[in-house]
């Protein structure tokens, strides 16, 4: 009976990874509702929101893209034409919900408005 | 004579230091690993006992120390600690690894066992409830005090008796976590059932967590004490029975506020108080703890 319940419980928790596993990267601005695509940065041009999420930036996401953006690998570099022609709104989704099977994990923890600094940050990027 | 008992005692002193100081030892290599490593990110820990579900970043790892204390009436005074490895497996996969060590006043120090656990996000997106499946097995002894949940008819008559390392206890956790983020705040529920595999019967606990940063938005400027850095919580978890005898009665229940801060770019600290809710529990418990991440561990060692 014990036997049982273990297999049973191995099946559930290896499928599940080895579905996940064939999954590639999918394309999170595809994913992204019409909705939070449309949502407006609050912060937008203040130079302190940018200078907090430059901030922010460093301190959580800095591990993976590096200081300065520039990607470490096999991160994304962001200075790039994806991220600068993203909407504010893609950005903060793309935060709030990450896209998990790339590796890039959600950061739902930060407040929504720590996640809109960091957008006005990257939205800021040359 | 009396150089045979001088030396006895002066050997007893000794051994005993050596045993507290190797019961803290994971305690302090924790605290060294957090002020030498270079490069490092504050980490996410909110609460003690109740997960959230927010997972560790891939590739990064978050070592931590839960330690807690205890004052039971007719026992002696205890310090439990569990020493946490976190791995970000993958972003909806996160693996821990646990040492537990205690000391027990004027009993002993001791090693009690390891703790394996692996934690997985069932939905790729953020929804108003996210449900995370936690599974973990533990190989511990009788002498452990990590009280990393309460479970079962758990209480404070446990640690009535004398350290006792010849029991030994192998036994899966298995969790549905429950977790929501509104406003800044999130809002956590555990659903705990674990077994002896010893062909003991199921036992259930729960574990409901709530905590909110001070401040919702960061300032321009580098800071330590400021609101940001801070984050307010509480606690309620406690024990409800088990398979045969399922319910409250003869169970344990607590609830801690918790308070943790945590420094830019360092560790984060935690200390909450638990208040015991009825006869069996531990009038209170005083739990503490640090926690610092290494961003990006392997790819320290990799060819740049």
């Given at each position: 009976m014990l036997k049982k319940f273990f297999h049973a419980i191995l099946l559930v928790l290896i499928l599940p990874m080895f579905s996940l596993a064939t999954v590639g990267d999918g394309n999170w601005l595809i994913q992204i509702p019409?909705?939070?695509?449309?949502?407006?940065?609050?912060?937008k041009g203040?130079?302190?929101?940018?200078?907090?999420?430059?901030?922010?930036?460093?301190?959580?996401?800095?591990?993976?893209?590096?200081?300065?953006?520039?990607?470490?690998?096999?991160?994304?570099?962001?200075?790039?034409?994806?991220?600068?022609?993203?909407?504010?709104?893609?950005?903060?989704?793309?935060?709030?919900?990450?896209?998990?099977?790339?590796?890039?994990?959600?950061?739902?923890?930060?407040?929504?408005g720590e996640r809109w600094q960091i957008v006005s940050y990257l939205k800021n990027l040359r | 004579m009396k150089?045979?008992?001088?030396?006895?005692?002066?050997?007893?002193?000794?051994?005993?230091?050596?045993?507290?100081?190797?019961?803290?030892?994971?305690?302090?290599?924790?605290?060294?690993l957090i002020f030498i490593l270079p490069k490092t990110a504050g980490a996410q820990e909110s609460l003690f006992?109740?997960?959230?579900?927010?997972?560790?970043?891939?590739?990064?790892?978050?070592?931590?120390?839960?330690?807690v204390s205890g004052f039971p009436n007719g026992a002696n005074t205890f310090l439990g600690n569990a020493l946490e490895f976190e791995y970000g497996t993958k972003a909806w996969w996160t693996s821990e690894f646990y040492l537990d060590t205690q000391t027990t006043v004027g009993e002993s120090s001791v090693f009690t066992g390891w703790r394996v656990e692996n934690r997985f996000r069932t939905m790729m997106k953020?929804?108003?409830?996210?449900?995370?499946?936690?599974?973990?097995?533990?190989?511990?002894?009788?002498?452990?005090?990590?009280?990393?949940?309460v479970v079962g008819h758990d209480g404070r008559s446990d640690f009535l008796e004398r350290n006792n390392r010849s029991e030994r206890k192998r036994e899966i956790e298995t969790r549905l976590i429950l977790s929501s983020n509104f406003k800044g705040w999130n809002l956590s529920e555990n659903l705990i059932s674990?077994?002896?595999?010893?062909?003991?019967?199921w036992e259930f606990g729960y574990a409901l967590g709530i905590s909110r940063p001070l401040s919702l938005l960061a300032t321009p400027n580098p800071c330590g004490i400021c609101r940001e850095n801070f984050s307010?919580?509480?606690?309620?978890?406690?024990?409800?029975?088990?398979?045969?005898?399922?319910?409250?009665?003869?169970?344990?229940?607590?609830?801690?506020?918790?308070?943790?801060?945590?420094?830019?770019?360092?560790?984060?600290f935690m200390v909450s108080p638990s208040i015991g809710l009825n006869d069996n529990s531990h009038r209170v418990l005083l739990r503490f703890g640090v926690a610092y991440e290494i961003g990006q561990v392997f790819s320290r060692f990799s060819r740049r």
């Amino acid at each position: 009976m014990l036997k049982k319940f273990f297999h049973a419980i191995l099946l559930v928790l290896i499928l599940p990874m080895f579905s996940l596993a064939t999954v590639g990267d999918g394309n999170w601005l595809i994913q992204i509702p019409q909705k939070s695509r449309q949502k407006q940065n609050p912060f937008k041009g203040q130079a302190e929101a940018i200078a907090a999420g430059e901030k922010l930036f460093r301190a959580n996401c800095s591990k993976c893209h590096g200081m300065e953006a520039q990607g470490r690998d096999p991160r994304l570099n962001l200075h790039t034409a994806r991220i600068r022609n993203a909407t504010p709104g893609e950005l903060e989704w793309l935060l709030t919900n990450g896209s998990m099977r790339a590796g890039m994990p959600s950061w739902s923890r930060l407040p929504e408005g720590e996640r809109w600094q960091i957008v006005s940050y990257l939205k800021n990027l040359r | 004579m009396k150089c045979t008992e001088i030396s006895r005692i002066f050997y007893s002193k000794f051994v005993f230091r050596i045993k507290t100081a190797a019961a803290s030892c994971s305690f302090l290599c924790c605290l060294v690993l957090i002020f030498i490593l270079p490069k490092t990110a504050g980490a996410q820990e909110s609460l003690f006992v109740t997960y959230t579900h927010h997972m560790e970043e891939t590739g990064s790892l978050e070592i931590s120390t839960k330690a807690v204390s205890g004052f039971p009436n007719g026992a002696n005074t205890f310090l439990g600690n569990a020493l946490e490895f976190e791995y970000g497996t993958k972003a909806w996969w996160t693996s821990e690894f646990y040492l537990d060590t205690q000391t027990t006043v004027g009993e002993s120090s001791v090693f009690t066992g390891w703790r394996v656990e692996n934690r997985f996000r069932t939905m790729m997106k953020e929804h108003w409830i996210n449900p995370v499946l936690y599974v973990e097995f533990e190989d511990i002894n009788g002498a452990d005090k990590s009280l990393l949940e309460v479970v079962g008819h758990d209480g404070r008559s446990d640690f009535l008796e004398r350290n006792n390392r010849s029991e030994r206890k192998r036994e899966i956790e298995t969790r549905l976590i429950l977790s929501s983020n509104f406003k800044g705040w999130n809002l956590s529920e555990n659903l705990i059932s674990e077994k002896n595999l010893s062909g003991e019967e199921w036992e259930f606990g729960y574990a409901l967590g709530i905590s909110r940063p001070l401040s919702l938005l960061a300032t321009p400027n580098p800071c330590g004490i400021c609101r940001e850095n801070f984050s307010l919580g509480a606690e309620l978890y406690g024990g409800l029975g088990t398979r045969h005898n399922f319910g409250l009665p003869d169970t344990s229940h607590y609830f801690a506020p918790v308070l943790s801060f945590k420094t830019f770019r360092g560790p984060t600290f935690m200390v909450s108080p638990s208040i015991g809710l009825n006869d069996n529990s531990h009038r209170v418990l005083l739990r503490f703890g640090v926690a610092y991440e290494i961003g990006q561990v392997f790819s320290r060692f990799s060819r740049r």
